[in-house]
Structure formats: C-alpha cells, structure tokens
C-alpha cells in the first residue's frame, strides 16, 4: 500500500503505519520545521508543498495515484481558538480542496484500471457543529452529491456512516486516551472509499466488541454487601480491600492520606473521625452528616473534618499499636465539574492553578545551636512565626514557610511527543543552521501539538489492513518472461503498471521479451510487433504449435549444453536451413544458452554472441506455459514501429520501448540490432507517436534521461515521468546499475 499525505505536519501517519509495510508516494506540508522534519527523516519522499495543486498534478500524472489519501486538513476554523469562521476561512476551504484531490486520484485510477483510493481524514469535533455545516458540504463531497447533506436529528452525532454515488463513508470521534497515550485528545475520524468489498463502517466501528471507552470497573468480589450505615465508621481499606471506596474528589497526595484521597482517614485507619455542618456563621452541628462539599477558591470550607487523636483505635489480633494517629485537616477545593483521573493528565486549565488547589499546612524552621552543634528543626503545629528579616537571623529563631505539595510546571518537548505516540526527540533536528542539540522548544511545541495521536492512527491503519479483501492484501506477483532479453522491463513492472492506464487494446511496437504485456491485466487485446524476425516466429509458433516447439527445445537444452553443440546450432540457425518450428526451438536454445542472452545480429544479418558457459541452463516451462495462456489474444506481427503506429487509434493504449539514446559519453543499447537505431529514428518515434495520439491513443515512451532525448520529448508535449530502473546488460547481478529513465506519456 502507498499512500499521500496532505498537511503531513510531522506524519504521524507514517510513523504509525510503517510496521504494517505501507509506504508514502509524497507529502503536502507548507510549513517550514515541518518540512525540515520531513526532510530529515525522510530524504527520498518528495515533499509536494500546497495541497491545492496536488489534484492538477495528479490529472496529468506528474504526482502518484496512491493507494491510500491521508490528511487532517487544519482544524482551526472549526475550532474556539480559530473563532469557527468554518468554511468562510481560507483554511477550512481547505477541506474542499482534500475533496476535489480525492476525486481526482480515483479518475485516474480508474483510469488505470485501479481500484479507486481509501480516504482517511481527521479534524477537530468542533466540525460537526460549525455554524455553516461544513462537516456535511463535506460529506456531500465525499459521497458525490450536489448538495450538502443534513443531520438527521439537527446536529451531526460522534458516529455515523453515509453513502452516495461516489463512496460509502464512516466517521467516528475517537479519544487518544483509550489508544495508550495520557492525554484526552478527541477528534473527528473519517474513512471513506468507493472501492468494491471494502466497508468503511468496519475500520471505524467494532461492531463485536464493547466500547473502547467502557470506565474501568472492579473485580467482583465474593463477600456479601454490608448493611448500610447512618454515620461514619472506623476502620481502614487497607484492613478491608473488600469495603469500597466513596467517592471523593481530591487528585492530591499530602501527608498521610491515601494515594486515591478518595477517603478521609489516618494511614492505618487509626483515628476517629466526627464530620460537623456549618449551620450559621461560626456554628456547626455534629449530627453525622455533611453538606455538598462547595467550591470557594481557597477561602474556608463550609464543613469541617475533625479528629479525635487521644483516643484509641480497637484493639486487634494483629500486631498493631494501639495509639491512635493524627489526622490532619484540610480544606478541599472543587471545581465546576469535579473530577477524579487515575493515571491520566487533565487538559491544563485556564485559571492560573485554580482548579485543582489544595491548602498545605504552614512549617516553621528553627536553628538550635551555633557553628558545628547547629541542627534544624521543624515544627508543624499548625501556627507559622511571622516572616522576619533580621540580617542573618539568630540561633532559635523561627522562620515560616509553607510546603506545596505540587506545582505545574511546562511539559518538555519530549513529554510532548510521547503524549503523541511519538518516538522521542523526532521532532529534534537541525534547525536554521544549528545542531539537532540547539534545535528550539517553540516550533517543536505547535508541530506536535497540530499532529495526530500516532497510536490512533496505527490503530486505523491496522483495522483497513483487515478490512481489505483477502486476496488484495497479497503483493502482486509479476510473471518473469520466457526469453532473456537486453533492457527488459521485468524491473520496472510496479512503475509501469501504475503508470500505464487501462484500454481495449495494448500495441506495442518493440515487444522484445514480452514483460509488459504477460502481466496486463488491464487489457482485453494485444498487437505485438517487432522488427526481429526470429522473435516473432518464436511467438507465432508457441502460440500455434506450442508441443513441437517445446518438444524439440528440451532435447536440445538436455543434450547440448557444450560449446561444440551450441556452435553447430548457431551455424545452422544462421545458414536459414531450418523450418520455422525447429528454428522457432533454435532461437529459443541460442537465447537461454548465449552470453547474457544478449540477441545480436551483425551486419550481414548473422546471430553472433559467443556460448554463455552456463552449467545447467534453465528450461522456462512455466513461463512458456504462461505465455500460452495469453497467446489467444494476442497479434504478433514482424514489422517497425512506423508501420506498427499506423495502427493505432481511438482507444488503444500504446507502449514503445525503442533502444535507449545514449548518455552523453557512452554507447547505449544502440549496438544491440543491426543497424544501430539513430537519433533520426528517436525523432520519428516521437513523431509517430504524436500522430497517434492525435487518433486517439494514448501513448508511452520508455527511454533515457539522455538531455537531447528530454528535449525532444518536451518540444513534442509528453508529460515526463522519472523512474528508477536496473540495468541487465551485466553477466553479473550484482553488478548491474540502477539508473534514472523517463517514460514520457500523452493523452494521460
């Protein structure tokens, strides 16, 4: 699976699907330490830039079709921060221009003969209630109506699925919470896709499980529920693991209550607890029960909570002491909607620490003693000596202070980032000319904040992987050809393929050993031509009388495998004295068994490549056996790509692989035939070609980045198309180079 990014930011996308083995095609980041983070760690990923001519580049195949279009358009405008201005700003009509590249990557799929993209995108919730309904122009979009589509109950709901002319589309709101990460992040997810078998409802929706964000709960207990009580009792939750907890909040650690704080109590339950209501100002009544506990920023609280530490708790058979503990008191502060976290951050506040104060006990220090016998000691009786500046101080002397139990402090860049799910320091580089170890707080800080929750993704990529139909999520196995042959295309099969669109028929003009068109899928005919002789009787004879060919082929490929023999066939292949099926099983022998399987021919039209010294030779039955299961649609003709072209028009696809112009300083695959194939016959391939096209084909040129070649390919209109292909022309693999071609296309 490749896919495309669109406002990449940091790609948590990529970072999360590359354990599936999914690959990008490009990214679509304007911003410049985004950028510089793409670049950083992915040099070889071309970075696209405005999302908004993507679509254009795509139409005329200068940018990837993808398997896979993922993007979270900027949230701002559907957010309180951005003042939800929606649609009416620049940055949601973005959401429309994600659109409009959805489309155009599933026409040129189509186009192809590809099943049409995935669409993943992801926003802020504050989408599904902008005020000009964005989130439905959205899914109009999407599912290809020509209105905007409406809430069924008045507004958009956190899960939903619709479907259209166009695509079958599921959204859900998912919290990155309950994906590993301890921060709440919610946000809108939407797959959509027109492609067949695949149900976008099954990424988003488990429809055989629970909620991923069912509340804890306890383990069942066995023990019998007690009665219930009308006041306060003794004893502790660390005696009794099966007495619950009450509900309580309090989200701080102080002293000697428990790590919940979910009930008041000494550390082993020692302490007796009475609870006094304040009935009027200064008075309270001791009848067991309490008011709602208020907030009131940090003034005093309208309830008290009081200990009895002279008295002793109940003596028990373990080996506690008897004294009772202290239990101190304090006064507890809620907010509007109080809330208890276990292990998870609350999003930071905007009322300076407000919202979860404590009141901490003032301590006074004391210094006892001078020079070497001086100690400190700390009183905390509840009073605090007035703060004295006395120049220096003296021995005895109190001095007040308060402990803070907590304070909040700025989380630092890498906390950052493992609250995304990132690894840590991806966001560390090199930055405006300095080390990776200078590299800023500021830009790392708004990157990670504006990118996605890197588990959530991986979750959603994972569940498209399983959606997928079986047989599609198996990678394309493509047929090797039969023949041996000199700049064959078998390399380069991913990048045609997906270059090269569907049509009626596949022409090609130089067919050589026949790569392309055995693994066409996308085409119901083939016209195949060559100006090679032999290669052509091969094919014709495989196609006709496949038994007879075969049949003598073996023999020789059994028997002869020495250079005496291979000379005496190579002489009588040239002295024209064999039939057209022992010549047909000839050319197949010199071919699997000469250098290379280089096919050369000399001036005088003699085949004259020495013996390949090979020890066993293989026979390609099952490719042969391929070739013949295609053969029944197939023309094959001996004639040049003049002629061939000629016959080409509305609705065929045409693919020429001519022998490639040198490169300034070298020879090229010229040499390969007799007569070489000069820069005048490279002009008049183009200009075949052009004609073509003008019939109504659509036309493909393989060649060289040769500068003259790129030249005459521009002046002539073909789009160009840069792919990486390997050189067989060595004897050996592991010395044959990659190198950059072109494949120069028009009508697509």
Same mark, same amino acid.
């Not at 192809?112 to 902008?130: C, D, F, H, K, T």
């Not at 069924?152 to 939903?160: C, P, S, V």
């Not at 005696?239 to 907890?245: E, F, L, R, T």
């Not at 999520?473 to 393929?497: D, I, M, V």
């Given at each position: 699976?490749?896919?495309?990014?669109?406002?990449?930011?940091?790609?948590?996308?990529?970072?999360?699907?590359?354990?599936?083995?999914?690959?990008?095609?490009?990214?679509?980041?304007?911003?410049?330490?985004?950028?510089?983070?793409?670049?950083?760690?992915?040099?070889?990923?071309?970075?696209?830039?405005?999302?908004?001519?993507?679509?254009?580049?795509?139409?005329?195949?200068?940018?990837?079709?993808?398997?896979?279009?993922?993007?979270?358009?900027?949230?701002?405008?559907?957010?309180?921060?951005?003042?939800?201005?929606?649609?009416?700003?620049?940055?949601?009509?973005?959401?429309?221009?994600?659109?409009?590249?959805?489309?155009?990557?599933?026409?040129?799929?189509?186009?192809?003969?590809?099943?049409?993209?995935?669409?993943?995108?992801?926003?802020?919730?504050?989408?599904?209630?902008?005020?000009?309904?964005?989130?439905?122009?959205?899914?109009?979009?999407?599912?290809?109506?020509?209105?905007?589509?409406?809430?069924?109950?008045?507004?958009?709901?956190?899960?939903?699925?619709?479907?259209?002319?166009?695509?079958?589309?599921?959204?859900?709101?998912?919290?990155?919470?309950?994906?590993?990460?301890?921060?709440?992040?919610?946000?809108?997810?939407?797959?959509?896709?027109?492609?067949?078998?695949?149900?976008?409802?099954?990424?988003?929706?488990?429809?055989?499980?629970?909620?991923?964000?069912?509340?804890?709960?306890?383990?069942?207990?066995?023990?019998?529920?007690?009665?219930?009580?009308?006041?306060?009792?003794?004893?502790?939750?660390?005696?009794?693991?099966?007495?619950?907890?009450?509900?309580?909040?309090?989200?701080?650690?102080?002293?000697?209550?428990?790590?919940?704080?979910?009930?008041?109590?000494?550390?082993?339950?020692?302490?007796?607890?009475?609870?006094?209501?304040?009935?009027?100002?200064? =008075?309270?009544?001791? #009848? %067991? *029960? /309490?008011? @709602?506990?208020?907030?009131? !920023?940090?003034?005093? +609280?309208?309830?008290?909570?009081?200990?009895?530490?002279?008295?002793?708790?109940?003596?028990?058979?373990?080996?506690?002491?008897?004294?009772?503990?202290?239990?101190?008191?304090?006064?507890?502060?809620?907010?509007?909607?109080?809330?208890?976290?276990?292990?998870?951050?609350?999003?930071?506040?905007?009322?300076?620490?407000?919202?979860?104060?404590?009141?901490?006990?003032?301590?006074?220090?004391?210094?006892?003693?001078?020079?070497?016998?001086?100690?400190? =000691?700390?009183?905390? #009786? %509840? *009073? /605090?000596? @007035?703060?004295?500046?006395? !120049?220096?101080?003296? +021995?005895?002397?109190?001095?007040?202070?308060?402990?803070?139990?907590?304070?909040?402090?700025?989380?630092?860049?890498?906390?950052?980032?493992?609250?995304?799910?990132?690894?840590?320091?991806?966001?560390?580089?090199?930055?405006?000319?300095?080390?990776?170890?200078?590299?800023?707080?500021?830009?790392?800080?708004?990157?990670?904040?504006?990118?996605?929750?890197?588990?959530?993704?991986?979750?959603?990529?994972?569940?498209?992987?399983?959606?997928?139909?079986? =047989?599609?999520?198996?990678?394309? *196995?493509?047929?090797?050809?039969?023949?041996?042959?000199?700049?064959?295309?078998?390399?380069?099969?991913?990048?045609?393929?997906?270059?090269?669109?569907?049509?009626?028929?596949?022409?090609?003009?130089?067919?050589?050993?026949?790569?392309?068109?055995?693994?066409?899928?996308?085409?119901?005919?083939?016209?195949?031509?060559?100006?090679?002789?032999?290669?052509?009787?091969?094919?014709?004879?495989?196609?006709?009388?496949?038994?007879?060919?075969?049949?003598?082929?073996?023999?020789?490929?059994?028997?002869?495998?020495?250079?005496?023999?291979?000379?005496?066939?190579?002489?009588?292949?040239?002295?024209?004295?064999?039939?057209?099926?022992?010549?047909?099983?000839?050319?197949?022998?010199?071919?699997?068994?000469?250098?290379?399987?280089?096919?050369?021919?000399?001036?005088?039209?003699?085949?004259?490549?020495?013996?390949?010294?090979?020890?066993?030779?293989?026979?390609?039955?099952?490719?042969?056996?391929?070739?013949?299961?295609?053969?029944?649609?197939?023309?094959?003709?001996?004639?040049?790509?003049?002629?061939?072209?000629?016959?080409?028009?509305?609705?065929?696809?045409?693919?020429?692989?001519?022998?490639?112009?040198?490169?300034?300083?070298?020879?090229?695959?010229?040499?390969?035939?007799?007569?070489?194939?000069?820069?005048?016959?490279?002009?008049?391939?183009?200009?075949?070609?052009?004609?073509?096209?003008?019939?109504?084909?659509?036309?493909?040129?393989?060649?060289?980045?040769?500068?003259?070649?790129?030249?005459?390919?521009?002046?002539?209109?073909?789009?160009?198309?840069?792919?990486?292909?390997?050189?067989?022309?060595?004897?050996?693999?592991?010395?044959?180079?990659?190198?950059?071609?072109?494949?120069?296309?028009?009508?697509?």
């Amino acid at each position: 699976m490749r896919y495309g990014s669109v406002c990449s930011g940091i790609e948590a996308a990529s970072i999360a699907w590359e354990s599936l083995g999914w690959q990008p095609a490009w990214f679509a980041e304007i911003e410049a330490f985004p950028s510089a983070v793409l670049a950083n760690h992915w040099p070889n990923v071309t970075n696209l830039g405005d999302m908004t001519g993507i679509a254009a580049a795509v139409r005329v195949g200068d940018a990837e079709a993808p398997d896979v279009l993922v993007g979270g358009t900027p949230c701002q405008a559907f957010s309180i921060a951005g003042l939800r201005n929606g649609l009416a700003d620049k940055r949601g009509q973005l959401t429309l221009s994600y659109v409009e590249l959805a489309n155009a990557i599933d026409d040129k799929r189509r186009e192809r003969g590809e099943e049409e993209a995935i669409i993943v995108w992801e926003n802020v919730p504050g989408v599904l209630s902008s005020k000009d309904n964005a989130f439905g122009c959205f899914l109009a979009g999407l599912a290809g109506e020509s209105c905007e589509l409406q809430p069924a109950g008045g507004k958009w709901t956190h899960a939903g699925c619709v479907s259209g002319p166009e695509r079958i589309i599921a959204w859900r709101v998912l919290d990155a919470q309950f994906f590993g990460v301890a921060q709440r992040r919610k946000r809108v997810f939407v797959v959509a896709s027109a492609r067949k078998g695949f149900d976008p409802a099954e990424v988003l929706f488990e429809l055989n499980s629970v909620r991923r964000d069912t509340p804890p709960c306890r383990e069942p207990q066995t023990a019998v529920t007690a009665d219930a009580g009308n006041g306060a009792e003794g004893g502790s939750h660390w005696d009794n693991p099966a007495n619950p907890h009450p509900t309580l909040n309090q989200s701080n650690n102080i002293g000697g209550i428990g790590a919940s704080n979910q009930e008041i109590f000494a550390q082993r339950g020692a302490g007796i607890v009475g609870a006094y209501r304040m009935t009027a100002f200064g =008075e309270y009544s001791g #009848d %067991g *029960t /309490a008011s @709602t506990v208020k907030a009131r !920023d940090y003034k005093d +609280a309208t309830d008290l909570a009081v200990t009895y530490s002279n008295i002793s708790r109940t003596l028990l058979s373990k080996s506690n002491d008897s004294t009772a503990e202290d239990l101190e008191t304090y006064a507890i502060h809620g907010t509007q909607d109080p809330d208890t976290n276990h292990e998870l951050a609350h999003t930071l506040g905007r009322n300076h620490g407000q919202e979860n104060a404590i009141i901490t006990e003032p301590y006074t220090i004391a210094i006892r003693g001078r020079e070497e016998g001086s100690t400190v =000691e700390v009183r905390n #009786d %509840g *009073t /605090a000596n @007035t703060l004295l500046t006395p !120049d220096g101080g003296r +021995a005895g002397m109190g001095v007040g202070a308060v402990g803070w139990g907590m304070q909040v402090r700025r989380l630092t860049p890498v906390e950052c980032e493992r609250l995304q799910g990132f690894p840590d320091n991806h966001t560390l580089i090199p930055w405006r000319g300095k080390d990776a170890a200078d590299c800023p707080d500021g830009p790392r800080y708004k990157a990670i904040g504006n990118s996605m929750a890197v588990p959530v993704m991986r979750w959603i990529g994972e569940r498209i992987a399983a959606a997928r139909p079986a =047989e599609e999520s198996k990678p394309r *196995t493509w047929r090797r050809p039969f023949l041996k042959w000199a700049g064959g295309k078998y390399s380069l099969l991913p990048e045609l393929y997906r270059l090269i669109p569907a049509g009626k028929r596949l022409i090609e003009p130089f067919v050589g050993g026949g790569s392309v068109f055995l693994n066409s899928d996308k085409h119901e005919y083939f016209l195949l031509a060559d100006i090679n002789a032999d290669l052509i009787n091969l094919y014709q004879m495989l196609a006709v009388v496949p038994d007879s060919v075969i049949g003598e082929a073996i023999k020789a490929f059994r028997h002869l495998n020495d250079v005496e023999n291979y000379t005496v066939i190579r002489e009588a292949f040239n002295a024209q004295k064999l039939n057209a099926t022992e010549r047909a099983a000839a050319f197949l022998y010199l071919n699997r068994h000469c250098f290379n399987g280089l096919m050369r021919y000399n001036l005088d039209g003699f085949f004259n490549v020495g013996w390949g010294k090979y020890k066993a030779p293989y026979f390609p039955e099952e490719e042969i056996r391929a070739f013949r299961q295609k053969s029944h649609a197939c023309v094959f003709m001996t004639a040049g790509f003049e002629r061939t072209l000629r016959l080409a028009g509305d609705g065929d696809v045409v693919y020429c692989d001519p022998p490639y112009e040198p490169m300034p300083g070298t020879a090229g695959f010229t040499n390969y035939a007799a007569g070489g194939f000069s820069w005048d016959s490279q002009v008049a391939l183009a200009e075949s070609c052009v004609a073509a096209h003008q019939r109504g084909a659509k036309v493909f040129i393989s060649n060289s980045t040769a500068p003259r070649v790129i030249e005459l390919y521009e002046r002539h209109g073909f789009t160009l198309h840069r792919v990486n292909a390997r050189r067989s022309i060595s004897s050996k693999g592991s010395t044959r180079e990659t190198a950059n071609d072109i494949v120069a296309s028009l009508g697509i």
